[in-house]
């Protein structure tokens, strides 16, 4: 239903722990063939001293590496990384069973994720092997109720910033802000070992303040990753209907709404006019009431497309950064 609500490819979480063998057969081939989804996050038994029913991980590696049009990657755990110290050697040999990717849990405390992609890269840079992208995953909180959540959920959060957030007058903004700060703390000591990124920000809560702090998150640190690329990037535009509110579906009817008339053909950008706007390229052949229409495509897209258009479409695709970064404030992570 994602797929067909926003009109963009998704990555579908997978736990392949609790499913008998003949039951994840059918359900794969009925996810691949029926509903079109190519691209999947791959998740274990929550203990390897358990035993699950099902097939293991390799053995779903093994399927999905025979077909040629699926993608799959895996998650990591930074905090596992310091209580064992071989978070790295399992990226590695996740990796020779084909994962692309892996995607992080949420991160409130930056130096496991620092020391974990430090000895990746450096154990990578040692077997003479490209590492995998990681995947850095945010979640804005901004009550005590999504804060027990997200710590259930196996996240760590330090005293201090759980503190910092909860007694915060805007308790959503400082968690964004903090956030942030830990974002570019990771880019920031990480520079140089080697290992790809990607961004990705999770929306855990019910409540529109922190629904909508994860949109901001999510444009703040893009951002932030894409200028520390420091190569040119933009954004592909689409316009939608003004009734189809977020996205080209029509939740009144159920049905997808038909889709937009497609732009023109991008062209190289030209050298705009002092003090003008939109002088070349994308926006040449647009009127000023189509340039008003211009919007961004939604979090989830955004996400999926940055994680997979590097993987799937042999290319990185480069979004268009949003509002500058704010400047640093001096004191703590988010003051």
Not at 59 to 79: F, P, S, W, Y
Not at 106 to 111: K, M, Q, T, V
Not at 160 to 176: H, M, N, P, Q, R
């Amino acid at each position: 239903m994602l797929k067909d609500v926003s009109g963009k490819e998704s990555v579908v979480y997978k736990c392949v722990a609790e499913s008998d063998p003949g039951g994840f057969d059918g359900w794969l081939n009925k996810a691949i063939d029926t509903f079109g989804v190519n691209a999947y996050n791959l998740v274990g038994g929550a203990s390897s001293a358990n035993q699950y029913s099902g097939p293991t991980i390799p053995d779903v590696a093994a399927k999905l590496n025979k077909r040629a049009q699926c993608a799959h990657g895996g998650v990591t755990i930074a905090e596992r990384h310091v209580k064992k110290g071989n978070e790295h050697e399992t990226l590695v040999r996740k990796g020779e069973l084909g994962m692309r990717w892996f995607i992080s849990q949420a991160i409130y405390d930056p130096e496991p994720m620092i020391k974990l992609l430090k000895e990746y890269g450096a154990l990578c840079k040692q077997k003479k092997i490209a590492p995998k992208r990681i995947v850095l995953t945010f979640a804005p909180c901004g009550r005590e109720k999504t804060m027990r959540f997200i710590k259930w959920l196996g996240v760590t959060v330090p005293e201090d910033v759980e503190k910092e957030i909860l007694e915060a007058d805007d308790k959503v903004g400082k968690s964004v802000d903090l956030l942030c700060a830990m974002c570019r703390k990771i880019l920031d000591e990480t520079k140089g070992c080697g290992v790809p990124l990607g961004i990705s920000v999770e929306s855990v809560s019910i409540f529109k303040n922190e629904i909508n702090a994860a949109h901001e998150l999510f444009r703040r640190t893009q951002s932030m990753l894409l200028d520390f690329l420091g190569e040119p990037w933009l954004v592909q535009y689409k316009l939608v209907s003004k009734g189809a509110k977020r996205t080209s579906f029509d939740y009144g009817s159920r049905k997808p709404v038909s889709p937009p008339k497609a732009l023109p053909p991008v062209k190289e950008p030209k050298a705009a006019k002092e003090g003008s706007v939109g002088g070349g390229g994308l926006f040449e052949n647009l009127s000023q009431e189509e340039r008003k229409k211009l919007g961004v495509v939604g979090v989830v897209g955004a996400v999926v497309g940055f994680i997979l258009g590097a993987v799937l479409g042999g290319g990185a695709s480069k979004p268009v950064a949003s509002a500058a970064e704010p400047a640093k404030k001096k004191g703590g992570w988010g003051k």
